[in-house]
């Protein structure tokens, strides 16, 4: 590929996995331990995405107990920056959610809120938060918390408010939402498109108001 083509975006997140152990043949062992030998609850997966054309492809995956350390999660991400630039893949940004774990090891790494990036034998590495998971932090935050905006607070309350006026309305303007957009557990919590439907229904209206 031309160098722009190999200018890429290392992807990394956790997936939770059903313990389970399996012989795996041709490795001659057993599959389901960590590395240092407790039953995996995790696997985290790194994938390399192209910034200027569509390629991606996964590189690498650890089992994790529970969660992966700081400090390991940190040197795992400097280890593959260096890899991939060794077969001169060039990585510009790294992309994951906000999570505990995550944001302690970026800090390890020393990006800061101001600073949101580091360096990697001199070369700088952007931080770039997970949409989808903004959608979501800001919908459960908004559900726990008012928002003050010059003078003027928005509440959950007011969403539901507005659509239990709008659902009994003969024309609706939010058609799309439901009952479980509003009145949410902790399943709809995690669905990226509830949080995304509502707040999207939420913020056309409000522009529309003030307009």
């Known amino acids: 590929m031309p160098t722009c083509e190999r200018q890429c975006v290392l992807v990394f997140d956790e997936m939770s996995l059903s313990c389970l152990l399996s012989y ?18 995790y696997a985290l997966v790194f994938m390399v995405r192209g910034l200027k054309t569509k390629w991606k492809q996964a590189v690498s995956f650890f089992f994790t107990h ?69 959608l979501k932090s800001i919908q459960n935050k908004f559900l726990k918390y008012d928002i003050q905006i010059e003078g003027s607070v928005a509440s959950w309350k007011h969403i539901d408010h507005f659509y239990q006026q709008d659902k009994v309305s003969p024309i ?25 439907q509502v707040l999207s229904c939420w913020f056309r209206n409000a522009c529309h108001d003030s307009i």
Request: glycine share 4%; hydrophobic share 40%; aromatic share 2%.
């Open 24 to 41: 795996d043949k041709n490795l001659d062992r057993v599959i389901g331990y960590t590395d240092d030998g407790t039953i995996a609850t």
């Open 172 to 196: 609706r303007l939010v058609p799309r939402l439901t009952d479980r957009h509003v009145e949410i557990n902790n399943v709809q919590k995690m669905r990226v498109s509830l949080a995304a």
């Open 66 to 134: 529970n969660t992966v350390a700081t400090s390991m999660l940190s040197s795992l991400i400097t280890e593959c920056i260096r890899k991939l630039r060794d077969i001169a893949l060039f990585t510009r940004c790294i992309v994951c959610d906000q999570g505990a774990t995550n944001v302690a090891a970026i800090s390890i790494l020393g990006a800061t809120a101001s600073s949101p990036h580091f360096s990697v034998d001199g070369c700088l590495v952007h931080i770039v938060c997970d949409v989808p998971h903004l």
